[in-house]
C-alpha cells in the first residue's frame, strides 16, 4: 500500500527533466532497507535472537510516519485538481514564481484533468495508456518473478553454492546497497535514454545469475557474482517503480501505479514459491538458474516495446496547467517544473 502511494507522490513534485531519478532516487529505501536487514540479520540476530528483525524496522516505521505526518506537503498538481482555492497553493506557487500577482482571488485549473471516480480500471485503458497499461502490467509481473525469487532465496541460493551463512548475509546485503549505486545510474540512463536504459539492468542482472551457474567457481568470484546479479536486479524493481508514474496522467496516476504493483504483488506470491519448489526439487543448478532468469528475460522484452512507445507518444510532456486571476489570465506549467 506504501509503494503505489509513494511513486504517485514522488511523480507529482519531480520536475520533468529529473522524474525519473528522483523517483528511483526515492525508492531507495527499498533498496537500503534490504541492506539493513541484511546487516542486522549477520549481527544482531546472535545477539539479540530473530525478533530484532521485526523489533527495529517497526521501531523505525513508527517514527517514521510522525515525522511524515508533519512535514510532508501536497503535490501541486493534486492541490490544483482537487483543491484549486487551496490558500496552500497560491503560497506554493508565489514562492516558485515570486514575479506573478497572485492574490486570493486567484484560481488554479488544469485542462482535461478529470477526477477518479472509482477503482474501476478502464481509464487506464483509454488513449495511449491502452497500450502501456498491457506492457506495464506484464512487466511488473516477470520482472518481479525473479526479483522476489532472489530477494526470498538468495541468502539460501549462496549457502547451495557453498558460502559460509555469513558470506551469504553479507553478500545480500552488500548486494543491496551496491544496488543503491545502480538504482541512481539506471534512473540517470533512463533519463537520457528511456525505458531502455531498464532493458540493460535487468540483461545485466540475468547475466550474473546465468554465471553462478559455472562449475569451479571459487567463493570470492561467487560473492562477485552474486553482488552484480542481486545489485542490477534491485536497479530492476527501482526502475519499474520510477517508469510507471511517467505513463498516466495525474488524475489516474495513483491507479496506474497501484495496478500495475498489483501485478508484482502476484507474482512476489509465486515467484518464491516456484523457487523454493525447484532448490527443493534437487534439479541441476544451471536448470534451476536458467528459470529464474527467464522472466527477467521476458521483463527486458517488454521495455523495449515500452521504450518504443514512450518515444513515439510520451517524451513531448504534458500540458500546460492555467493559472488565472479575474483580470490576468496566465499560463503556467504546474508541477512539471515544481
Not at 19 to 28: D, Y
Amino acid at each position: 500500500g506504501i509503494m503505489p502511494t509513494a511513486i504517485a507522490y514522488l511523480v507529482e513534485i519531480a520536475p520533468k527533466r529529473f522524474r525519473v531519478t528522483m523517483v528511483m532516487c526515492g525508492v531507495l529505501g527499498f533498496t537500503t532497507g534490504i541492506f539493513a536487514v541484511g546487516q542486522v540479520a549477520a549481527w544482531l540476530i546472535p545477539i539479540w535472537g530473530w525478533r530484532v528483525v521485526f523489533f527495529l524496522p517497526a521501531c523505525v516505521g513508527l517514527a517514521l510516519c510522525v515525522a511524515l505526518y508533519f512535514v510532508l506537503p501536497e503535490s501541486l498538481r493534486y492541490l490544483t485538481v482537487h483543491k484549486p482555492d487551496s490558500p496552500e497553493l497560491r503560497q506554493r506557487v508565489q514562492r516558485l514564481a515570486p514575479e506573478l500577482a497572485i492574490g486570493e482571488q486567484t484560481r488554479f485549473t488544469m485542462p482535461v484533468q478529470p477526477r477518479a471516480k472509482s477503482i474501476s480500471p478502464k481509464p487506464l485503458f483509454q488513449g495511449n495508456q491502452r497500450i502501456v497499461t498491457p506492457l506495464l502490467w506484464a512487466g511488473y509481473f516477470f520482472e518481479a518473478l525473479t526479483f522476489m525469487a532472489l530477494t526470498n532465496w538468495f541468502a539460501v541460493l549462496m549457502e547451495t553454492l557453498k558460502l559460509t551463512p555469513l558470506q551469504a548475509s553479507l553478500t545480500y546485503s552488500y548486494g543491496a546497497l551496491l544496488g543503491v549505486a545502480c538504482v541512481v545510474l539506471v534512473a540517470w540512463c533512463f533519463d537520457k535514454l528511456g525505458p531502455i536504459a531498464v532493458a540493460g539492468s535487468i540483461l545485466l542482472s540475468s547475466a550474473g545469475i546465468l554465471d553462478l551457474g559455472i562449475p569451479g567457481l571459487s567463493p570470492t568470484m561467487i560473492m562477485v557474482l552474486g553482488l552484480l546479479c542481486f545489485s542490477f536486479a534491485q536497479a530492476c524493481q527501482g526502475s519499474f517503480n520510477g517508469m510507471v508514474g511517467v505513463f498516466y496522467p495525474t488524475h489516474i496516476r495513483g491507479q496506474g501505479i497501484g495496478y500495475a504493483g498489483a501485478m508484482g504483488r502476484l507474482a512476489q506470491i509465486i515467484g518464491p514459491l516456484v523457487t523454493g519448489y525447484l532448490l527443493s526439487a534437487l534439479l541441476p543448478l544451471q536448470t534451476t538458474l536458467i528459470i529464474v532468469a527467464t522472466p527477467f528475460f521476458i521483463a527486458a522484452c517488454i521495455c523495449i516495446a515500452l521504450d518504443i512507445v514512450y518515444k513515439r507518444r510520451f517524451a513531448g510532456g504534458e500540458a500546460a496547467a492555467v493559472l488565472a486571476t479575474p483580470d490576468h489570465p496566465v499560463t503556467a506549467t504546474v508541477g512539471a517544473g515544481e
